[in-house]
Nanobody
Framework: QVTLVESGGGVVQAGGSLRLSCVAS????????IAWFRQAPGKQRELVAQ???????KYLDSVRGRFALSRVAAKNAVYLQMDFLRPEDTAVYYC????????????????????WGQGTQVTVSS
C-alpha cells in the first residue's frame, strides 16, 4: 500500500506562485507514473500534469508554460511549481501514482491511478 501526502497549497493573488509537494511512502513512485489532478467545486476532476512510463512530462494546455514538475527521488518526493497563477486555477490539487491507465471521461482522455493523496487547497484571488 502506498500513501501520498500533499502540501504547499494556500491563498495567493493572481500572478503569484506556489510550489506543491507530494511525498510518498517508501518506493511509492517506483513505477515512475505520477500525476497531479485538480478539482474545483461543481467541476469534473482534470489532469493537470503527469509523468508517463517513458519519463516524458505532459501538461494540460491551460497550464503549459506556467506549471512545471520536478522530482527528488531520494526523498520520494515530487513537486509542482505553479507560476503566474490565475483565479481559474483555484481547486483542490491531488497527486496520484500507480498504473497510469488511459481511459475516457466524457469523451476526453485521462488516466486512472491506484493511489491518491488527500489533496491540498489552492485559492487564487483577483
Amino acid at each position: 500500500q502506498v500513501t501520498l501526502v500533499e502540501s504547499g497549497g494556500g491563498v495567493v493573488q493572481a500572478g503569484g506562485s506556489l510550489r506543491l509537494s507530494c511525498v510518498a511512502s517508501a518506493n511509492g513512485f517506483s513505477d515512475n507514473q505520477i500525476a497531479w489532478f485538480r478539482q474545483a467545486p461543481g467541476k469534473q476532476r482534470e489532469l493537470v500534469a503527469q509523468i508517463i512510463s517513458s519519463g516524458a512530462e505532459k501538461y494540460l494546455d491551460s497550464v503549459r508554460g506556467r506549471f512545471a514538475l520536478s522530482r527528488v527521488a531520494a526523498k520520494n518526493a515530487v513537486y509542482l511549481q505553479m507560476d503566474f497563477l490565475r483565479p481559474e486555477d483555484t481547486a483542490v490539487y491531488y497527486c496520484a501514482t500507480g498504473g497510469g491507465r488511459p481511459t475516457a471521461v466524457d469523451g476526453r482522455l485521462t488516466y486512472e491511478y491506484d493511489y491518491w493523496g488527500q489533496g491540498t487547497q489552492v485559492t487564487v484571488s483577483s
